[in-house]
Nanobody, 123 residues
Framework: QVQLVESGGGLVQPGGSLRLSCAAS????????MGWYRQAPGKQRELVAI???????NYADSVKGRFTTSRDNAKNTVYLQMNSLKPEDTAVYYC?????????????????WGQGTQVTVSS
């Protein structure tokens, strides 16, 4: 079984920065694609950034130039660096990882979600 644990959310003033972490544990062979999503109150969940196994990353227009994804494969952890935060960035942020895990029947691919972490941008 794989678990994703998110951390790094909190309250920050406009213009500030936060770094979210998403740590995966379990019999993980590799992290393939990763995505960050967010859901503001009363709104649908939206894509913030998605990175493929090939290394390319696409960002939502609303965060381009301000948010950056990265990963530490040795720690099975992915990150979302958020700079120049705005009040409209306030939301619960979720990570989504496509991973290959070791099973009794060989390596299999699965998709997992983190539990979400609250980011509040307010003065």
């Amino acid at each position: 079984q794989v678990q994703l644990v998110e951390s790094g959310g909190g309250l920050v003033q406009p213009g500030g920065s936060l770094r979210l972490s998403c740590a995966a544990s379990g019999s993980i062979f590799s992290i393939n694609a990763m995505g960050w999503y967010r859901q503001a109150p009363g709104k649908q969940r939206e894509l913030v950034a998605i990175s493929t196994s090939g290394g390319s990353t696409n960002y939502a227009d609303s965060v381009k130039g301000r948010f950056t994804t990265s990963r530490d494969n040795a720690k099975n952890t992915v990150y979302l660096q958020m700079n120049s935060l705005k009040p409209e960035d306030t939301a619960v942020y979720y990570c989504n990882l496509d991973v290959t895990i070791e099973t009794a029947w060989g390596r299999k691919g699965f998709s997992y979600w983190g539990q979400g972490t609250q980011v509040t941008v307010s003065s």
